[in-house]
């Protein structure tokens, strides 16, 4: 489910990112350990401050989850530039591998349910 995100993006606290994103707090701190989300500025008394940046990447990094990219796919992505930058040829690649491994376990699955559908001796 996609949210509308509003004019005021900037100086968003990390229940706000949240909320907006519809990203647990959890997950965003989790993305920023691993590097797939940059750590924000913080502010005096050490709050994490976000921007129009990190609702942008986190909106790509969830919704390529969604569509069942792999965590180092993602990372994958965001090497080359991110959702904004790109090239068409590499973004491509990735997710014709990716159509490929979905394809595979399509075929797996249905290679089981014909099995499962075959009655017992």
């Known amino acids: 489910m996609r949210k509308n995100?509003?004019?005021?993006?900037?100086?968003?606290?990390?229940?706000?990112?949240?909320?907006?994103?519809g990203v647990h707090i959890e997950t965003?701190?989790?993305?920023?350990?691993?590097?797939m989300?940059?750590?924000?500025?913080?502010?005096?008394?050490?709050?994490?401050?976000?921007d129009r940046a990190h609702v942008r990447r986190l909106g790509f990094i969830r919704r390529s989850r969604e569509l069942g990219?792999?965590?180092?796919?993602?990372?994958?992505?965001?090497?080359?530039?991110?959702?904004e930058k790109a090239s068409c040829r590499q973004v491509r690649t990735i997710a014709r591998?990716?159509?490929?491994?979905?394809?595979?376990?399509i075929k797996d699955l249905r290679k089981l349910e014909r099995a499962r559908a075959t009655?017992?001796?």
């Open 5 to 21: 995100i509003s004019a005021r993006t900037d100086g968003l606290m990390i229940g706000e990112l949240s909320k907006l994103t």
């Open 28 to 35: 965003i701190r989790y993305y920023e350990r691993v590097k």
């Open 37 to 50: 989300l940059p750590k924000p500025p913080r502010t005096v008394g050490g709050r994490r401050v976000y």
């Open 69 to 83: 990219f792999s965590p180092d796919e993602i990372r994958a992505l965001l090497r080359i530039g991110g959702p």
């Open 97 to 105: 591998a990716h159509l490929n491994d979905i394809r595979a376990k």
């Open 119 to 121: 009655p017992s001796p």
